[in-house]
């Protein structure tokens, strides 16, 4: 059975206070890790797909990087609209590619000014 | 821009109830997903479609059914709502074994 595990469950850090997530998976083969960000009583927004250990995305103050086993998204110097639920999901080789991903349970991000 | 339109965003309705939930994409996707998504659980895929009148079932399947006679259009059904089925209802769509693109989200309470 596939797995995601997200660390911490929640996080509260001052604002330019940098940080990483934490995303721990247990797939029989990834086809794709996915980040997203969700802010409250609205769906979430697709932030990035990793499918290779080694690979990194950017976008602003973001980075996810990937390793066979996890992967990380680092805060660079939040600021206060950085706050916000971010989910991690994993989509296993063993589905058909039409298949839903699994994913963690989130961490609660919150940026204090 | 590209989009995934639920049809309410909240909704009370009373245990016994049939209960409808919409879901309209307008990307051309051949695959479309229900999630449910409680405090503490995470999201739960509940069903998912993979063409127009096929449907799998997903992780939490009981108490629900799915119609998908359009390739835009993906329902939920509640046919007999209950009050443990009060939750955040999320619809997707993607191309397979690319993003998911979600909607706002059903806030339903059942009481």
């Known amino acids: 059975e596939d797995q995601v595990t997200q660390s911490p469950e929640a996080l509260r850090l001052q604002e330019g206070e940098s940080s990483s997530l934490n995303c721990s998976y247990t797939?029989?083969?990834?086809?794709?890790l996915f980040w997203y960000r969700q802010d409250p009583g609205k769906g979430p927004e697709f932030l990035f797909t990793l499918y290779s250990a080694g690979e990194e995305k950017e976008k602003e103050r973001l980075k996810a990087t990937l390793t066979k086993k996890e992967s990380f998204l680092h805060i660079t110097a939040p600021k206060p609209e950085d706050s916000a639920t971010y989910l991690c999901a994993v989509q296993a080789t063993s589905g058909g590619g039409a298949d839903g991903l699994t994913f963690g349970k989130g961490t609660h991000l919150i940026i204090q000014p | 821009d590209v989009k995934v339109t639920q049809s309410s965003r909240y909704l009370v309705k009373r245990t016994g109830e049939k209960v409808f939930l919409e879901c309209v994409q307008d990307m051309d996707h051949e695959n479309m997903f229900w999630y449910r998504q409680d405090p503490g659980l995470g999201l739960r895929l509940i069903y998912f479609?993979?063409?127009?009148?096929?449907?799998e079932k997903g992780d939490i399947p009981e108490g629900y059914s799915v119609s998908r006679e359009k390739k835009e259009r993906f329902s939920l059904i509640l046919e007999s709502a209950s009050t443990n089925q009060t939750s955040m209802y999320l619809c997707a769509s993607r191309r397979s074994n690319e993003k998911l693109f979600f909607g706002s989200g059903t806030q339903l309470s059942v009481l």
């Open positions: 479609s993979y063409d127009v009148k096929m449907k």
């Open positions: 797939v029989s083969g990834l086809r794709g």
